[in-house]
């Protein structure tokens, strides 16, 4: 992994940023880059998260590793936090209501946090509905 946090500090460098941290966790597989720079803002990081996503995961598998996230400035684990805080408050309506609670279009990854979160509790079951991009989850009180 040492090689592959050169190659994206060089990338970094290269794309003309001079302050920021590229770090590795070997606990979740998570690369994260932190980039102090004014032209970041929260309206362009989800476009900057996907983008350095994307190349990373080609960098990674260009050099035998197959499984590599991408966070820059915390963004991806601000938005899981958020997602997971959406599922729970619906999760307690639906329960409280007694009906099912759809929630906002997400990707697979966004997907399985919801149903890996809520599968802790025992007076709701979630499923996937929809095709392709589409997708949501559903909770549904038991």
């Known amino acids: 992994m040492e090689k592959i946090e050169q ?5 970094v460098e290269m794309m ?12 979740n597989g ?3 880059i932190f980039i102090n720079d004014n032209l970041i803002s929260e309206n362009n990081l989800p476009t900057i998260v996907g983008n350095f996503d994307t190349v990373v995961k080609l960098i990674a598998q260009r050099n035998g590793v197959d499984f590599a ?21 619906a999760a307690r309506k639906s329960v ?8 906002p279009i997400m990707n697979a990854y966004e997907r399985r946090l919801v149903h ?9 079951k979630t499923e996937s509905v929809g095709e392709g991009k589409e997708r949501y989850v559903v909770i549904k009180p038991i």
């Open 7 to 11: 190659i994206i500090k060089q990338m």
């Open 69 to 89: 996230i991408t966070d820059v400035n915390n963004y991806r684990h601000k938005r899981e936090d958020l997602i997971l805080e959406i599922a729970k408050v």
């Open 116 to 124: 890996t979160e809520l599968s802790k509790h025992p007076d709701i």
């Open 30 to 32: 998570k690369i994260s």
């Open 96 to 103: 409280a209501e007694k009906k099912e609670m759809p929630l």
């Open 16 to 27: 003309g940023f001079d302050d920021f941290s590229v770090n590795y966790s070997a606990d």
